[in-house]
């Protein structure tokens, strides 16, 4: 079983930026594929981004070239840089894990709890 904890989630005016961080354990960091999804009250998650043990990283067109995810294998934490923010990004943001890149874009294993991300215009 793999347990995440996310945290950094908070309010930030449009043109801002927050971090978001998660926090893995349960499994070895290093046989996961971690990322980060969305989602608003009525709709579906959607995949936001993910990036494998060895750094190869995915995003969803609406936050590339604005959010970053990176991952520090000696703390086993996933990180979400956001910059350049828009009201249209607000959201829970989930972290999310599983051994398989396949899988990880679809369906992970593995949730944390959520953080709400608020973007004010």
Sequence with gaps: ??????????LEQAGGSL?????????PFSSLVM????????????FVAAITWS????????VKGRF?????SAKNT???????LKPEDT???????????VTMRVRPAYWGQGTQVTVSS
């Design 19 to 27: 971090r978001l961080s998660c926090a893995a354990s349960g499994r």
């Design 35 to 46: 990322g980060w999804f969305r989602q608003v009250p009525g709709k579906e998650r959607e």
């Design 55 to 62: 750094g190869v990283t995915y995003s969803a067109d609406s």
């Design 1 to 10: 079983q793999v347990q995440l904890v996310e945290s950094g989630g908070g």
């Design 68 to 72: 970053t995810i990176s991952r520090d």
């Design 91 to 101: 959201a829970v943001y989930y972290c999310a894990a599983d051994p398989a890149v």
């Design 78 to 84: 996933v990180y979400l840089q956001m910059n350049s």
